[in-house]
């Protein structure tokens, strides 16, 4: 009889630890989803500065303006406005990837993981509905843009989980900022 | 929302299933409107032809005129690959119904097009002249201004409409027909 309670108990602390638990099992995917940002930074400012060479013929502008002729609605909208003005544009690629390296390292590390993965969020969707259309062989962009932002997701609902700097963060704060009513959770 | 502790100690506060059992059905629903709509829209992969634009180059050429002293030619590169050019290595300018040109210019004539002649809109991708023809990569929108010769500005005269055909060195040809101003 006993027995039988015993395991009626581990039977409910196993549903409840799946629906609570396995954070900590996300630890790879985070850390490689990470490292995809990260390198699209290490990219343009080691591996290929020229990307980042304003009169270069092949830096990243030229990329910027090949979503142009299929992005969607306020994208293209905010493209076509861009590289009217070249030198905005450029502003915006250099703050673009430096969000890209902040959100890389932040992922990689799980600090702020939270806020991190909303700019991982906004990076990957507005890739999708920017060059979601390209890929020439498969369409790998669309593929690339709804993989990493719908993971970039579930990090921004779930958090980090135990190997990450939010987990120690967590000893010290509870990872809340509060604006006006709004609690808003970072970590 | 839920009156969550503020603290350290909210961190310890197991979350409840029902809040988790919320959250993935919202996270869910964002998943699939997400995906199902970039697919739709870029790859008209739910309804409509299966499309990929970037397989072969499309020039649109919406934009172009013809007077009686140039061809005013608008090209914009919207599909193909975006790593490499299209090239345009002829133009022909003839009535609707004729099989005969009225004017041809060919590589030769394209590739030593003069600057003046060449108006891009963006700065950072743009048509330019090749060793044969002109060089079209993804997502430029160019002007050429193609002066017409004393033969063809007569053949002109009577008709009130021309084709204009744009003619990559692939094989591929994009067509409009236009008024003659």
Redesign the interface.
Known sequence: MAQVNLSSQTVLDQS?SE??MPLSYLWPLRFILGFQFFTAWVRRYFNAPQKLDYYAKS?I??????????A?GPIKALVGYL??R?HL?WDFLIVFSWIECLVGLCLMTGTLTRLAALGGVLLS?GM??G??????TC?DE?QI??VE??AC??FL??GAGSGSIDHWI???????V?IGRW?IHLT | ?TNRP??????KT??E?SI??R?SW??LI??VV??LL??Q???HGLWGKLT????TPQINLSGTHVSQRDLSLSL????G??TYGSFVVQVTLKGVSGRRPWEVWGPKTLASLPSSALHN?????QVKTGPWGLVV???AMARLTLPLSASADHKLKGAHRAEIIVQDVSGLAWTTVVPIR
């Open positions: 409840q629906l609570t830096n502008g030229h990329k910027f303006q090949s979503f142009l002729p299929h969607f590289v009217l070249p544009a969707f999708l509905f060059n979601g259309w390209q890929g020439t369409i669309f843009g709804t932002g719908i997701m579930v609902f779930a967590h000893k010290k704060w509870d990872g809340y509060k609690s | 929302m503020i603290g350290p100690e909210a961190v197991p979350l299933p988790v059992r959250k919202v996270m964002i998943a997400v995906t970039a697919y829209l870029e790859h990929n634009y970037s397989k914009y590169r919207t599909g690959p975006a809109r963006y700065h950072f991708q990569p993804l997502a």
